[in-house]
């Protein structure tokens, strides 16, 4: 019998993903370092990752570096043959840098030298992260002490490689009814000065991928545009400009969708800014954390879930799935690279589809041709969180999912019922379980 012309396509795609990953040898990721870690055999928990850190709930969880047996899991956690981590946003720093670095006593933290000097030893870089994410942006007050701690603490070995800042306020005023377009205007100007407070260290920033449009539909995108300092530009355009290095939250677990959000700011980071320093990068952020909605993220059960996997109408929710996410993207977006949030948000971790990397296990890349067998998934009882859609078309077969029209703006609802059949009415690739919305907005 004769191939279909999908199913030829399907084996070329999947050829041409291994063969990208067989290419890369140094992939240079990005990863987020926040201050704990999930410890999936923790006795409490059950290999559940819980939906808060409180109570008991708090013994599932411990510091990533501040132990030896810590930071060899996570020097074993960047270190994969082929899926190299070369720069980690390092949580926890706040409190050890201060007042030029030295404590009460005169003493400079011996963790934090410990851990920039082992950091080194691997070729890593360490930014330091901050993310206090109010109005103020406080951040850019408390970045300079990265430097001040590099000339008093200091040594060649053990150096602050740059500061990292995750400020969300941007979400709260991205409005384009004209009622923010001060306070997005001051957030630009907190962001200029963070970027002067930290010098001469480069200054990287977390973005999200719809903070660039007012409206964010692939067939009605229209840009937020923001006049400032002299140039009319889109919000993230500006946001490039500034940074030294992003990356781009886009909140999904499929590589096709992945790429088309962060595909507008990365054309851009690449005409302007690509080469442009030696630390400038552009990383796609995949989330590996649990969230409310499981197409957020890549892992294996949705925040609240009962079971430690559960199922999904979209993506393959294991590490496979998600180097195989990055694979895709670099298909045509070359210069980027990935980046991972967090560790030991399920990264590392031993949950399913998950494998813990230590020293003592010969780590090797995951491959994208295989992947992990976990238990019999169940369908977690979580609602859907609708805060979070782009358009109707992406409450993709939730009921009770309410629209406004508005981004990031709808009321949650309850369990999926599944993603729509062959001639299903679509509006994108991610409502049909075909995975092909056609032309004529029918699914394949």
Not at 102 to 114: E, I, M, P, S
Not at 238 to 253: F, G, K, L
Not at 295 to 322: I, Q, W, Y
Request: glycine fraction near 8%; aromatic fraction near 10%.
């Amino acid at each position: 019998m004769r191939p279909s012309a999908r199913a030829l396509f399907s084996l070329l795609r999947i050829f041409v993903l291994a063969e990208v990953a067989n290419a890369v040898v140094a992939s240079n990721y990005a990863m987020y370092v926040w201050s704990q870690v999930f410890d999936a055999s923790a006795p409490h928990c059950g290999g559940v990752y819980p939906p808060d850190k409180n109570g008991d709930n708090a013994s599932c969880f411990y510091h990533p570096w501040n132990t030896a047996e810590a930071r060899a899991h996570l020097w074993a956690s960047c270190t994969l043959p082929g899926r190299e981590v070369t720069r980690i946003f390092l949580s926890d720093v706040k409190s050890r840098v201060e007042n030029s670095g030295k404590d009460a006593t005169g003493q400079c933290d011996a963790d934090l030298l410990t851990v920039l000097q082992e950091a080194n030893s691997f070729g890593i870089e360490v930014y330091g992260l901050y993310g206090v994410s109010d109005a103020a942006f406080s951040e850019k007050d408390l970045v300079g002490d990265l430097s001040d701690f590099n000339t008093n603490c200091g040594t060649a070995s053990a150096q602050f490689s740059g500061a990292a800042v995750n400020n969300e306020h941007f979400t709260s005023i991205k409005s384009c009814d004209g009622s923010y377009d001060q306070a997005q205007k001051d957030l630009l100007d907190n962001l200029a000065a963070t970027r002067d407070n930290a010098a001469p260290l480069p200054l990287h920033f977390s973005v999200s991928w719809n903070w660039d449009c007012c409206s964010c539909s692939s067939t009605g995108y229209v840009r937020r545009e923001i006049d400032w300092n002299g140039a009319t530009k889109s919000a993230l355009e500006h946001m490039i400009d500034i940074a030294d290095s992003v990356d781009v939250q886009v909140a999904w677990n499929t590589g096709s969708t992945m790429q088309r959000r962060s595909e507008k700011p990365y054309t851009y980071w690449n005409n302007t800014k690509s080469g442009s320093t030696s630390t400038t990068q552009f990383y796609v952020l995949a989330y590996l954390n649990p969230n409310s909605d499981c197409r957020l993220s890549f892992a294996p059960h949705a925040k609240g879930a009962l079971t430690n996997t559960d199922s999904c109408t979209t993506g393959e929710r294991t590490e496979v799935g998600m180097y195989a996410a990055f694979d895709e993207i670099l298909l045509s977006q070359t210069n980027s690279r990935g980046g991972l949030h967090y560790m030991g948000g399920v990264y590392s971790t031993g949950m399913p589809g998950w494998p813990i990397h230590s020293s003592g296990t010969s780590p090797t890349a995951s491959p994208v041709s295989s992947a992990p067998v976990s238990s019999s998934p169940t369908v977690s009882p979580v609602p859907f969180d609708c805060n979070n859609i782009q358009s109707k078309g992406e409450c993709n077969g939730y009921t009770d999912c309410q629209w406004s029209g508005n981004p990031s703006s709808g009321s949650c609802g309850a369990a999926p019922t599944g993603c729509g059949g062959s001639q299903s009415a679509c509006t994108s690739n991610e409502d049909c379980c075909s995975g092909n919305c056609k032309g004529n907005g029918k699914c394949a």
